[in-house]
């Protein structure tokens, strides 16, 4: 049965021939090695079909049957093709498997069907491919050195089919074959399993200044007609060695550099790598050998002046730089707190020494005063804070401060002393001056008053207080003001009236405060003057009171006489109703 049965598809192929053909469009389907394959038979199938044939293109005009299929016996005969034996499975659809496909696969399949008395023809092309491996560079030189053409390396990828297609990239930019010092050379061998090796050698100049930069290449195959994919390699990083032809100093910091602080140079140069051993002189003299920085260390005048480095072994390849160490000292005179009498003179003067122009002002309270402050009388309002303040022109954050205090010292004087009737009672104020601040004490005829009186600054004042007291007399009396410190005592009195009398005028007591030495005492022996006539006048009238009173009450003069005497004893021991408390002038 098995003999008959070659015979047979040859007489029906004879009649095959003998039909006539009507054949499909073609159609492609891609597969990479090792997968399996279905390919389609587009043939027709629709009416009676008796046989199928599946063909494979040998040469062009040659086709070699691989399997056919009788519908009538059901029957599959296979050609016993050594390269397919195995790998084909013939469907029910007429559509066929192809297992584990391979590079020789890559044909032409055709499909035919006998159909009542036509046969179909179909054609289905595998286009196969093989994933290459991942392109890896081989480094060829261990760095670049500029301006000479040199092999960067060999970017390899393995077993690729269809043949890969190669390209370099430079710093992760594509690498253009056609720029000056760039070349590249492709090799591309097949391998014992037929795919192809493909190796890519590139040839590069640096240019100086490059420094590190990084090569990548990557390959580019087919999956199909239209799809393709790229892989990259990992990067390859190499270094651009050059002499050196310049040398930089650097100083730090810059550009003030201010006494005291640290400072540091450094030296660097544009080659790769970059020289690491110079020599540092200042002014011509040797300094440190062998460093790439030098220190200095809370700097002076004294490091003022050319700075140089140069490289170790090319001693006339270096850079200079100029170093000024700004400095600002400040003096003032005196330099001390200083404590003064009234009347004195003074002079307060700023001084500086520095490394350039500078801007010095004396300040008491905000205020610019004359530098030197010259002062021949002292007062009071010359005492404070005195501050100089030197600034270096073009020169940023160098200022010096200092300061000292001005105590200005005196005698008490008493500048003013007045009464005033208010609220049916007496207030004397005594404005007192001096420092250290006087301890001002009341006294009435004599006696010292033990409350203590009230006592304010003066506003716009200094070293002058208001000491005030109440009193409210039964009797004509005398307040004395003392104020005493340190420096001696100043006294003034007052003569008051009882509170039945009308005071005949206030009183004010002043002194020039221009004039230490002025007591006031014509105005006091003034003021007293008229208080002494008042008191005559008014002793006149009561005696002529008093005698009437007399020639009308004979017997009760005595006793008015005793009377008077004891309130006369009360005033002296100075049971006067009075009151002492502080307020404002």
Request: aromatic share 8%; net charge negative; with cysteine.
């Given at each position: 049965m098995g003999a008959s049965r070659p015979g047979i598809v040859q007489r029906l192929l004879i009649l095959i021939l003998g039909m006539g053909m009507q054949v499909q469009a073609s159609t492609t389907v891609t597969a990479m090695v090792g997968d399996n394959v279905t390919l389609t038979c587009d043939s027709k199938k629709d009416?009676?079909?008796?046989?199928?044939?599946?063909?494979?293109?040998?040469?062009?005009?040659?086709?070699?049957?691989?399997?056919?299929?009788?519908?009538?016996?059901?029957?599959?005969?296979?050609?016993?093709?050594?390269?397919?034996?195995?790998?084909?499975?013939?469907?029910?659809d007429f559509s066929l498997n192809i297992l584990n496909i391979g590079i020789q696969d890559a044909k032409m399949f055709f499909c035919s069907t006998v159909v009542d008395s036509d046969i179909?023809?179909?054609?289905?092309?595998?286009?196969?491919?093989?994933?290459?491996?991942?392109?890896?560079?081989?480094?060829?030189?261990?760095?670049?050195?500029?301006?000479?053409?040199?092999?960067?390396?060999?970017?390899?990828?393995?077993?690729?089919?269809?043949?890969?297609?190669?390209?370099?990239?430079?710093?992760?930019?594509?690498?253009?074959?056609?720029?000056?010092?760039?070349?590249?050379?492709?090799?591309?061998?097949?391998?014992?399993?037929?795919?192809?090796?493909?190796?890519?050698?590139?040839?590069?100049?640096?240019?100086?200044?490059?420094?590190?930069?990084?090569?990548?290449?990557?390959?580019?195959?087919?999956?199909?007609?239209?799809?393709?994919?790229?892989?990259?390699?990992?990067?390859?990083?190499?270094?651009?060695?050059?002499?050196?032809?310049?040398?930089?100093?650097?100083?730090?910091?810059?550009?003030?550099?201010?006494?005291?602080?640290?400072?540091?140079?450094?030296?660097?140069?544009?080659?790769?790598?970059?020289?690491?051993?110079?020599?540092?002189?200042?002014?011509?003299?040797?300094?440190?050998?062998?460093?790439?920085?030098?220190?200095?260390?809370?700097?002076?005048?004294?490091?003022?002046?050319?700075?140089?480095?140069?490289?170790?072994?090319?001693?006339?390849?270096?850079?200079?730089?100029?170093?000024?160490?700004?400095?600002?000292?400040?003096?003032?005179?005196?330099?001390?707190?200083v404590s003064k009498m009234v009347g004195e003179n003074i002079t307060l003067e700023c001084f500086v020494e520095s490394s350039g122009n500078t801007e010095i002002t004396l300040m008491k309270k905000n205020k610019a005063n004359q530098n030197p402050f010259v002062v021949k009388s002292l007062q009071y309002t010359h005492a404070g804070n005195y501050t100089c303040q030197a600034k270096l022109k073009g020169v940023n954050e160098i200022k010096r401060e200092k300061s000292i205090i001005v105590r200005v010292e005196g005698k008490p004087r008493i500048t003013k002393l007045t009464k005033k009737v208010v609220n049916n009672s007496k207030v004397i104020s005594c404005i007192v001056e001096g420092f250290p601040k006087p301890v001002v004490k009341w006294s009435i005829n004599g006696t010292s008053v033990s409350d203590r009186p009230k006592e304010e600054s003066i506003k716009d004042k200094r070293s002058q207080w208001c000491h005030k007291?109440?009193?409210?007399?039964?009797?004509?009396?005398?307040?004395?003001?003392?104020?005493?410190?340190?420096?001696?005592?100043?006294?003034?009195?007052?003569?008051?009236?009882?509170?039945?009398?009308?005071?005949?005028?206030?009183?004010?007591?002043?002194?020039?405060?221009?004039d230490p030495k002025d007591n006031n005492s014509k105005s006091s022996h003034s003021n007293q003057a008229k208080v002494i006539v008042g008191v005559i006048i008014g002793m006149l009238i009561a005696a002529v009171i008093a005698g009437l009173i007399y020639w009308l009450y004979k017997k009760k003069s005595k006793t008015s006489e005793r009377g008077t005497a004891d309130e006369i004893k009360k005033i002296n021991k100075g049971e006067n109703n009075h009151t002492s408390g502080s307020s404002a002038v």
């Open positions: 009416g009676n079909p008796y046989m199928v044939v599946w063909k494979v293109e040998v040469t062009e005009n040659q086709k070699e049957r691989l399997i056919s299929l009788l519908l009538a016996k059901k029957e599959i005969i296979d050609s016993k093709n050594s390269r397919y034996n195995g790998r084909l499975i013939l469907n029910t179909h023809e179909s054609s289905v092309f595998i286009n196969v491919y093989n994933q290459p491996s991942n392109p890896e560079i081989m480094p060829l030189a261990p760095f670049l050195v500029a301006g000479k053409l040199q092999k960067v390396g060999q970017c390899v990828v393995k077993d690729s089919y269809p043949a890969a297609n190669i390209s370099w990239q430079y710093n992760f930019q594509n690498l253009d074959i056609n720029k000056p010092g760039v070349v590249m050379l492709d090799d591309s061998t097949k391998n014992n399993k037929g795919f192809f090796d493909i190796r890519s050698t590139l040839e590069y100049m640096p240019k100086r200044g490059e420094g590190r930069i990084n090569f990548t290449c990557q390959a580019t195959y087919s999956e199909g007609l239209v799809r393709s994919v790229t892989n990259v390699s990992s990067p390859v990083t190499m270094f651009v060695h050059y002499n050196t032809s310049k040398i930089s100093l650097q100083v730090t910091p810059a550009p003030d550099i201010l006494e005291g602080s640290n400072v540091t140079l450094s030296c660097s140069g544009d080659g790769y790598p970059s020289p690491e051993k110079f020599t540092f002189t200042k002014n011509g003299e040797e300094k440190a050998v062998g460093l790439a920085h030098y220190e200095l260390i809370n700097v002076t005048q004294e490091d003022t002046g050319e700075y140089a480095c140069s490289q170790l072994d090319n001693p006339d390849l270096k850079d200079t730089v100029n170093i000024t160490v700004h400095y600002l000292a400040l003096i003032m005179t005196p330099s001390e707190n007291i109440t009193v409210r007399p039964s009797e004509n009396i005398t307040v004395t003001c003392t104020a005493i410190n340190n420096h001696g005592e100043d006294q003034y009195s007052v003569n008051l009236t009882a509170m039945r009398f009308k005071e005949p005028m206030d009183e004010t007591l002043e002194q020039d405060p221009l």
